[in-house]
């Protein structure tokens, strides 16, 4: 889809954190990526974690570290105090300023 023109989003948990990302990046064979690294304070994860009833107690704390050990970002974003269309506003308006200083570079 990527390579016939379609812009993608992917939404993963790295569970190995850097190694899943290098594996990742092989699996899209050089098409371009942007890595945005998704954080939350561990208190708002855990209530969060609850809150959804669908979670398995515990998984936030466990992977809170564990998704983020060893993989490098483009951009990051803090969703503890910033709810996901606002967080999504920042990554377009970072992407929009990426291009624009590549376009003019």
Request: net charge negative.
């Amino acid at each position: 889809m990527v390579r016939a023109g379609a812009a993608v989003i992917a939404d993963e948990v790295f569970l190995n954190g850097g190694k899943s990302q290098e594996r990742f990046s092989a699996v899209l064979g050089g098409l371009p990526a942007i890595w945005v690294g998704v954080h939350c304070d561990l208190d708002a994860a855990e209530l969060r974690e609850i809150d959804r009833g669908d979670r398995i107690r515990g998984q936030a704390r466990h992977q809170a570290d564990l998704v983020h050990d060893g993989v490098c970002y483009d951009l990051m974003v803090n969703t503890t105090h910033i709810p996901p269309d606002q967080c999504a506003t920042i990554i377009i308006e970072w992407m929009i300023s990426i291009d624009s200083s590549l376009s003019s570079g």
